[in-house]
Every structure is written in structure tokens, then in C-alpha cells.
Nanobody, 115 residues
Framework: VQLVESGGGLVQPGGSLRLSCAAS????????MSWYRQAPGKERVLVAT????????NVADSVKGRFTISRDNAENTVYLQMNNLKPEDTAVYYC?????????WGQGTQVTVSS
């Protein structure tokens, strides 16, 4: 089982990034997928979730209107489009898959928002 995130990097405030998480080793289309983030010295928090079919999506209030989660079950990939990035969005972003009691984490990708 693997979840491999990509797309992180350094971006100026107001900029955009698109994170990708490529899944393998499990039946991706049956798993709800989420993005979490963890800022330095803080707990890991949920950013956005999408249901297995993509029919239900939720994002945290802190990113509502700026971040969008989506998935492509044919490509076994989940995305996080991040627009109008702010310095407080700086964190390591983690991909997470869950099906009942089973869950998997990716290794994380760093996002730094700074001028």
C-alpha cells in the first residue's frame, strides 16, 4: 500500500498550488480520501475530505472558498487545489485513505507560503 504526495513547494502569498496523491496497492475507489496538514509545533488537522465516489466533499472552515478537493478514480489519485494561499497555510500536507477500520497515510509534502 502506498500513498505518494507531490506538488508541494514554496509559493508567495496569494499564489496557488495543486497537490496530488497517487495511490497504489489497494482498491482506491472504495476509500474515502482526505488531506490533513501539520504546521510546526502543532497537531495534525483535517483540511478536506472526499467520499469514495466523489459525491460528497467537505473542507475545513479555515480553507473554505480557497481549497478544493477532488479525485480521479480511474487514475487512483486525489487532488487538493489550493488558491489564495496565506502564510498560515504553511505546513506539511498529508494524504489519508480510510475504509471502515483500515486507514493509510502518505509521507507528506511541504507547503511553504512566504514572500
Amino acid at each position: 500500500v502506498q500513498l505518494v504526495e507531490s506538488g508541494g513547494g514554496l509559493v508567495q502569498p496569494g499564489g496557488s498550488l495543486r497537490l496530488s496523491c497517487a495511490a497504489s496497492g489497494f482498491t482506491f475507489s472504495t476509500y474515502d480520501m482526505s488531506w490533513y496538514r501539520q504546521a510546526p509545533g502543532k497537531e495534525r488537522v483535517l483540511v478536506a475530505t472526499i467520499s469514495s465516489t466523489g459525491g460528497s466533499r467537505n473542507v475545513a472552515d479555515s480553507v473554505k472558498g480557497r481549497f478544493t478537493i477532488s479525485r480521479d478514480n480511474a487514475e487512483n489519485t486525489v487532488y487538493l487545489q489550493m488558491n489564495n494561499l496565506k502564510p498560515e497555510d504553511t505546513a506539511v500536507y498529508y494524504c489519508h485513505g480510510r475504509l471502515r477500520s483500515l486507514s493509510f497515510w502518505g509521507q507528506g509534502t511541504q507547503v511553504t507560503v512566504s514572500s
